[in-house]
């Protein structure tokens, strides 16, 4: 960019003189003035031009020049240039704090004095069930709560509040309620910052903790409870020793009940607590022996006339622990044989597939609703309680099943409908299968 420079006015000041001069001598002063002014005021039309251009696009450093107006105009740039700077710093610490917060596991709402949404981080956005573009607009007209606008008007002591959000699920079972959390925190420019954290799986593990406490009660009452009578009558004195030997036999039952309780609650705690075995325990477990014996001693004991057949298509064995596979496979055929109907045919099979091998257990009976297969693996949770007392069983079976499976790297998968009966499955990964034809020597775990 050009502007006037001191020899410019230097050279134009000589040409005012040298006009001044010319037309005196030749009486044509205002005639030369004239045309030394037209030239002057050419040049600064040429110049203005040239300091618009560049205002239009100040970023661009000046061309270096001697005129007046440099020094401004290199200051300007400088300036512009400073606070470039800065700008960038501050939108790349903003950069950083959105990649930040979006990292949270819980969600962070800022809203400005009048409750519109300034910032959200993604976890917000999923929690709340609204999009990046709600920037700007009032949260309380995108989350209809009552709760959530009495927080936002202050009316909570502790500012803290539990909502209920619907969410969309692409399960069969639709939309599903979400309990969240939401605190307030007030800042002194009187903004409000709202943190929000999904308390779903905190209610549920509180509320399976109440109903434990209350089923481990009411399982160890009722046999105590019988047990207690029974003592109560011996200590009568007019017992002959028929009778007493009778009570003696009654009290076995509920005695031999509250062991299996106890021996069950033991077998679940150590398998939660426990660390997962070391490679150095577990050792290649031959699955056509232990599934001989599994159903040898399930026939024995079943009290009612079941078919048990099994299938076993498969010479791969299992890396593991054998006393917890034996526990957890033998749960599965009780249970089906306690909730399979007299004479009803219980399928055992181990095969090979695709990625592994597969333990399952297929019976006939009433089947399962689907709103009950999510929460089959909880403690004393039963489809049907009457009939399961009634059939014997601890209510812990199940969760017995699932924690000795993860132990194992494999998971329970449930396929059940009503009146079609229901099968159990496990599915094996390779690298947890030792293969006798393949000559496997060396133990491999993941």
């Known amino acids: 960019m050009k502007v006037l420079s001191p020899n410019v006015l230097m050279a134009l000041g000589v040409a005012y003189v040298l006009a001044?001069?010319?037309?005196?001598a030749t009486s044509t002063l205002g005639w030369c003035l004239f045309f030394v002014t037209s030239i002057a005021l050419g040049l600064l039309i040429r110049e203005a031009r040239a300091l618009l251009r560049w205002s239009k696009r100040p970023l661009r450093r000046p061309r270096n020049s001697d005129s007046l107006w440099d020094a401004a105009t290199h200051r300007i740039y400088l300036q512009?240039?400073?606070?470039?700077?800065?700008?960038?710093?501050?939108?790349?610490q903003l950069r950083s704090l959105q990649m930040v917060t979006d990292a949270l596991p819980d969600g962070a709402v800022i809203l400005d004095n009048q409750g519109e949404i300034e910032h959200l981080n993604r976890r917000a956005v999923q929690l709340l069930n609204l999009n990046k573009a709600d920037k700007g607009q009032v949260l309380a007209t995108l989350v209809r709560q009552p709760e959530l606008v009495a927080l936002l008007k202050d009316n909570y002591e502790d500012n803290l509040v539990e909502l209920s959000i619907s969410t969309p699920s692409n399960t069969a079972f639709g939309s599903s309620d979400r309990q969240i959390e939401v605190r307030r925190f007030h800042t002194e420019d009187e903004r409000s910052t709202l943190l929000i954290r999904d308390v779903t799986e905190l209610n549920r593990l509180l509320s399976m903790r109440q109903d434990f406490i209350a089923n481990v009660s009411h399982e160890l009452r009722t046999p105590l409870t019988v047990i207690v009578g029974y003592l109560e009558t011996l200590?009568?004195?007019?017992?002959?020793?028929?009778?007493?030997?009778?009570?003696?036999?009654r009290l076995r039952p509920p005695a031999v009940r509250m062991h299996a309780l106890v021996d069950d609650l033991l077998l679940l705690t150590r398998l939660e607590s426990a660390a997962p075995p070391a490679k150095e325990d577990l050792d290649p477990i031959n699955l056509r022996d232990m599934l001989t014996q599994i159903v040898a001693e399930i026939e024995t004991l079943a009290t009612a006339d079941h078919d048990i057949q099994l299938e076993i298509d498969s010479d791969a064995q299992i890396y593991g622990v054998e006393s917890e596979l034996f526990s957890g496979f033998s749960n599965l055929v009780a249970n089906?044989?306690?909730?399979?109907?007299?004479?009803?045919?219980?399928?055992?099979?181990w095969r090979d597939t695709k990625g592994g091998a597969i333990y399952a257990v297929k019976d006939q009976g009433t089947g399962i609703a689907p709103e009950h297969l999510s929460r089959l693996t909880e403690r004393f949770y039963r489809v049907d309680l009457t009939s399961a007392r009634v059939r014997g069983g601890t209510g812990l079976g199940l969760a017995i099943v699932k924690h000795v499976l993860k132990r194992h790297n494999s998971t329970l998968n449930i396929i059940s409908e009503l009146g079609s009966g229901s099968e159990f499955a496990c599915l094996f990964p390779e690298d947890q299968i030792f293969r006798p034809t393949n000559n496997q020597p060396t133990l491999e775990i993941q």
Request: glycine residues 8%; negative net charge; hydrophobic residues 40%.
């Open 235 to 249: 200590q009568e004195d007019a017992l002959d020793r028929d009778t007493i030997l009778d009570l003696i036999q």
């Open 336 to 349: 089906a044989v306690r909730y399979s109907p007299e004479g009803g045919i219980i399928q055992v099979s």
């Open 80 to 92: 512009l240039q400073r606070e470039r700077g800065r700008t960038k710093e501050v939108l790349q």
């Open 20 to 24: 001044l001069l010319i037309g005196i």
